[in-house]
Nanobody, 126 residues
Framework: QMQLVESGGGLVQAGGSLRLSCEVS????????MGWLRQAPGKEREFVAA????????AYADSVKGRFTISRDNAKNTVYLQMDSLNVEDTADYYC???????????????????WGRGTRVTVSS
């Protein structure tokens, strides 16, 4: 079983940056696809970014492409999301998630992720 804990959220002005971290315990993440997803108030949870188990492939939602960067440090069992040029529409609770299957493929489907953290809130003010 994996336990995922997000950190790094907060309040930031539009145009600013934040770096989210996801520390995982319970088992190694080195064989798993990891992702970041978000849920804005009153909206459904949506895909943000994902990274393959070996960091050889990444995927991004169109809304964040070019502004957000996902990365991982398997030695630290940690995944990161660097968020630059933030805008008000990025305000949401951000969740770290993992796919259960080993050596799986990167996915943008919310339901493909099996383990979830409790989320960290990001608020972008205008």
């Amino acid at each position: 079983q994996m336990q995922l804990v997000e950190s790094g959220g907060g309040l930031v002005q539009a145009g600013g940056s934040l770096r989210l971290s996801c520390e995982v315990s319970g088992r190694t993440i080195s064989n798993n696809v990891m992702g970041w997803l978000r849920q804005a108030p009153g909206k459904e949870r949506e895909f943000v970014a994902a990274i393959r188990w070996d960091a050889g492939k990444t995927a991004y939602a169109d809304s964040v492409k070019g502004r957000f960067t996902i990365s991982r440090d398997n030695a630290k069992n940690t995944v990161y999301l660097q968020m630059d040029s933030l805008n008000v529409e990025d305000t949401a609770d951000y969740y770290c998630a993992a796919r259960r299957a080993f050596f799986g493929s990167v996915s943008s489907r919310v339901h493909d992720y099996d383990y979830w953290g409790r989320g960290t809130r990001v608020t972008v003010s205008s």
